[in-house]
Protein backbone atom coordinates (compact mmCIF):
# COMPACT_ATOMS: atom_id res chain seq x y z
CA UNK A 1 0.00 0.00 0.00
CA UNK A 2 1.36 3.57 -0.63
CA UNK A 3 -0.03 5.33 1.29
CA UNK A 4 1.16 8.71 0.19
CA UNK A 5 -0.81 7.74 -3.25
CA UNK A 6 -3.62 6.83 -1.38
CA UNK A 7 -3.88 9.78 0.34
CA UNK A 8 -3.13 12.27 -2.73
CA UNK A 9 -6.19 10.16 -4.00
CA UNK A 10 -8.89 9.82 -1.69
CA UNK A 11 -8.18 13.70 -0.93
CA UNK A 12 -8.74 14.57 -4.54
CA UNK A 13 -12.11 13.05 -4.39
CA UNK A 14 -12.86 14.73 -1.54
CA UNK A 15 -11.78 18.12 -3.35
CA UNK A 16 -14.15 17.70 -6.43
CA UNK A 17 -17.27 16.64 -3.59
CA UNK A 18 -16.56 20.09 -1.72
CA UNK A 19 -16.34 21.75 -4.75
CA UNK A 20 -19.25 20.48 -6.18
CA UNK A 21 -21.32 21.10 -2.97
CA UNK A 22 -20.03 24.56 -2.89
CA UNK A 23 -21.14 25.00 -6.52
CA UNK A 24 -24.75 23.35 -5.41
CA UNK A 25 -25.10 26.42 -2.58
CA UNK A 26 -23.70 29.02 -4.52
CA UNK A 27 -25.90 27.98 -7.15
CA UNK A 28 -29.25 27.41 -4.60
CA UNK A 29 -28.54 30.16 -2.64
CA UNK A 30 -29.06 27.38 0.43
CA UNK A 31 -25.83 28.23 2.42
CA UNK A 32 -27.02 25.80 5.26
CA UNK A 33 -24.66 23.20 4.44
CA UNK A 34 -21.70 25.23 4.53
CA UNK A 35 -20.13 23.42 7.82
CA UNK A 36 -20.34 20.06 5.99
CA UNK A 37 -18.48 21.90 2.95
CA UNK A 38 -16.24 23.15 5.13
CA UNK A 39 -15.37 20.39 6.76
CA UNK A 40 -14.96 18.18 3.54
CA UNK A 41 -12.28 20.38 2.25
CA UNK A 42 -10.54 20.17 5.58
CA UNK A 43 -10.87 16.95 6.59
CA UNK A 44 -10.82 15.62 3.87
CA UNK A 45 -9.32 17.94 1.00
CA UNK A 46 -6.75 19.69 3.24
CA UNK A 47 -5.22 17.45 5.71
CA UNK A 48 -5.33 14.15 3.43
CA UNK A 49 -3.11 16.29 0.83
CA UNK A 50 -0.90 17.41 3.66
CA UNK A 51 -0.78 14.09 5.10
CA UNK A 52 0.13 12.80 1.43
CA UNK A 53 2.78 14.92 0.55
CA UNK A 54 4.55 14.48 3.89
CA UNK A 55 4.40 10.84 3.79
CA UNK A 56 6.36 11.44 0.23
CA UNK A 57 8.96 14.07 1.51
CA UNK A 58 10.08 12.56 4.61
CA UNK A 59 11.31 9.36 3.92
CA UNK A 60 10.71 5.87 6.54
CA UNK A 61 7.12 8.23 7.44
CA UNK A 62 5.46 6.05 5.74
CA UNK A 63 6.55 2.70 6.71
CA UNK A 64 5.42 0.62 9.71
CA UNK A 65 2.05 0.17 11.45
CA UNK A 66 1.83 3.99 13.02
CA UNK A 67 1.36 5.38 8.99
CA UNK A 68 -1.08 2.02 8.70
CA UNK A 69 -2.87 3.13 11.79
CA UNK A 70 -2.94 6.80 10.84
CA UNK A 71 -4.20 6.27 7.58
CA UNK A 72 -7.59 4.18 8.43
CA UNK A 73 -8.47 6.00 11.29
CA UNK A 74 -8.36 8.82 9.65
CA UNK A 75 -10.25 7.59 6.49
CA UNK A 76 -13.16 6.04 8.74
CA UNK A 77 -13.60 8.79 10.88
CA UNK A 78 -13.34 11.49 8.20
CA UNK A 79 -15.82 9.40 6.10
CA UNK A 80 -18.48 8.84 8.94
CA UNK A 81 -17.88 12.90 10.24
CA UNK A 82 -18.56 13.88 7.04
CA UNK A 83 -21.63 11.53 6.15
CA UNK A 84 -23.09 12.24 9.44
CA UNK A 85 -22.97 15.91 9.46
CA UNK A 86 -24.60 15.37 5.39
CA UNK A 87 -27.35 13.64 7.09
CA UNK A 88 -28.03 15.51 10.25
CA UNK A 89 -27.89 19.05 8.67
CA UNK A 90 -29.68 18.20 5.32
CA UNK A 91 -32.65 16.96 7.96
CA UNK A 92 -32.35 13.73 6.77
CA UNK A 93 -31.34 12.33 9.92
CA UNK A 94 -31.92 13.56 12.97
CA UNK A 95 -29.59 14.84 15.27
CA UNK A 96 -30.53 12.76 18.54
CA UNK A 97 -30.50 9.69 15.80
CA UNK A 98 -27.22 10.24 14.56
CA UNK A 99 -25.49 12.41 17.38
CA UNK A 100 -24.42 9.27 19.38
CA UNK A 101 -22.00 8.79 16.23
CA UNK A 102 -19.37 11.96 16.21
CA UNK A 103 -17.68 11.21 19.42
CA UNK A 104 -16.53 7.94 17.68
CA UNK A 105 -15.64 9.45 14.47
CA UNK A 106 -14.16 12.15 16.03
CA UNK A 107 -12.07 10.25 18.44
CA UNK A 108 -10.89 8.29 15.57
CA UNK A 109 -9.82 11.44 13.39
CA UNK A 110 -7.77 12.20 16.42
CA UNK A 111 -6.11 8.69 17.23
CA UNK A 112 -4.90 8.91 13.67
CA UNK A 113 -3.77 12.41 14.30
CA UNK A 114 -2.44 11.03 17.58
CA UNK A 115 -0.62 8.35 15.32
CA UNK A 116 0.56 10.84 13.10
CA UNK A 117 2.72 12.93 15.72
CA UNK A 118 4.31 10.18 17.26
CA UNK A 119 5.40 8.88 13.81
CA UNK A 120 6.43 12.10 12.62
CA UNK A 121 8.65 12.88 15.73
CA UNK A 122 10.20 9.68 16.09
CA UNK A 123 10.87 9.62 11.96
CA UNK A 124 11.62 13.41 10.95
CA UNK A 125 15.01 14.41 12.47
Do not use: C
Not at 16 to 43: C, E, K, Q, T
Not at 63 to 80: E, R, S, T, V, Y
Amino acid sequence: MNISRSFLVIGSLYLLVGIGLGSYMGGSGDHSLAPVHAHINLLGFTLMTVFGLAYRVIPGLADGLLAKGHFWLHQIGALLLLVGLFLMMSGRVAEATIGPMFPVAELAVLLGAVLWAVNLFRTAR
